[in-house]
């Protein structure tokens, strides 16, 4: 049993000979991806509050010191990333502020808001009504939650880390495996793209690592909704001294991810992180969100390389860069998808994987929704407007 799985009832055993088959796995047993995508994304980081203080991240603020986004600023941020040429507007989060963040919570209730999570769908509103599509990573999140935000957004995400107990995890507000598979299971039962990934180097083993990739698997096979795994090495900061994995032993995490996902779950390294370069031949085919007028708010130290160094990497795998929209191409409708590409399986409870609000944007006739469009289809992005490049919101 995974740990605190049972506090979710997640039924999910991950086979001891699957675990050991998989640590076996080098970057000889797997081959390089044919094509390598990125999506071109604005950081939106709606509020540093954060009810866990896992000893690796900067990002969360402590009570009194933590920031929340208005209404104005995001529409500010997203109309910067719109005329930039950017399709996803990404909402980054700490977990569900407690009740320690009692400005946050205030302010929220000033602005007629009853949660956090109430007030990321009017944020997810907003960026649609500014051309660009919600993809956000707001952390656990009941079922129920899942589905009313589903309802706004192109895709969504929450790390994993890792199904092992670590320390950079413990503290009273202890993150627990548990809760993350089941934030997992959540976004498969409500038919979300979703997006996760595991961190490398904050504490966990080798089996550790073969037991993630295979508890994402389960899932996946079981709801069909993981469109991407991230193998994120962790970075020293000013909160933490982890040194991370060295190159060897990020090669053959990467490797396992690869042979141990269904070949249409892509492996995304983010390349501000890691040597992606070095890892094409691992089975790397993604580069996840990059953007070019916002920092990496969950890494500031670490700048997000240019499109010149996007195409450097690619060609140094002798594959084309391709962009895509948040939502890997093969959740995407008849019509939208690129030629050749194979939609996923019908989910459970809807028409499609994409809500309404979502294709609406993409298919209203104005330059944003032109270019979402293109970028849809392959053929990508169509010009807009670049003098907010530069800029910083």
């Given at each position: 049993m995974l740990p605190a799985a049972d506090a979710y009832d997640i039924d999910l055993d991950v086979d001891d000979a699957d675990v050991e088959r998989l640590?076996?796995?080098?970057?000889?047993?797997?081959t390089g991806a044919d094509r390598l995508t990125f999506a071109r994304n604005v950081f939106v980081p709606l509020t540093t509050a954060?009810?866990?203080?896992c000893t690796y991240c900067t990002y969360y603020d402590a009570p009194g010191e933590a920031s929340l986004l208005s209404p104005e600023e995001v529409r500010k941020r997203c109309r910067v990333g719109a005329d930039a040429g950017c399709t996803e507007a990404l909402f980054t989060f700490g977990d569900d502020p407690d009740e320690r963040y009692t400005a946050i919570h205030g302010t929220l209730e000033e602005w007629g808001f009853d949660s956090i999570h109430a007030y990321l769908r009017r944020a997810c509103e907003i960026a649609l009504e500014e051309g660009l599509l919600p993809h956000s990573?707001?952390?656990d999140l009941t079922e129920e939650w899942m589905a009313a935000l589903r309802e706004v957004n192109a895709s969504m995400g929450v790390m994993l880390e890792t199904t092992a107990e670590v320390d950079a995890h413990s503290g009273v507000r202890r993150k627990t495996p548990g809760q993350r598979l089941n934030t997992i299971r959540a976004a498969g039962r409500r038919d979300v793209p979703f997006t996760t990934g595991i961190l490398v180097g904050i504490g966990e083993g080798w089996r550790d690592r073969a037991e993630s990739l295979l508890a994402i698997r389960a899932l996946h096979e079981r709801y069909g909704h993981v469109q991407e795994v991230i193998v994120q090495p962790v970075v020293p900061n000013d909160r933490s001294d982890f040194e991370g994995p060295d190159s060897a032993a990020?090669?053959?995490?990467v490797a396992m991810a690869r042979a141990g996902l269904p070949s249409e779950v892509s492996v995304q390294v983010p390349p501000n992180l890691a040597p992606a370069a070095d890892l094409l031949d691992c089975g790397v085919d993604d580069l996840g969100g990059v953007s070019p007028v916002t920092d990496d708010y969950i890494n500031p130290d670490y700048a997000w390389p240019a499109m010149d160094e996007l195409r450097s990497i690619a060609a140094t795998g002798d594959v084309p860069l391709v962009e895509r929209l948040p939502t890997h191409a093969r959740y995407l409708p008849d019509g939208l998808r690129p030629d050749g590409v194979a939609p996923a399986a019908a989910p459970a409870a809807h028409d499609g994987w994409i809500p309404d609000a979502v294709l609406d944007r993409i298919r209203r006739d104005d330059p944003h929704g032109r270019r979402l469009r293109?970028?849809?289809r392959g053929d990508g992005p169509l010009p807009v407007r670049r003098g907010a490049v530069g800029d910083r919101p």
């Open positions: 640590c076996s796995v080098t970057p000889d047993d797997v954060c009810r866990y203080t990573n707001p952390g990020l090669r053959r995490v293109g970028v849809a």
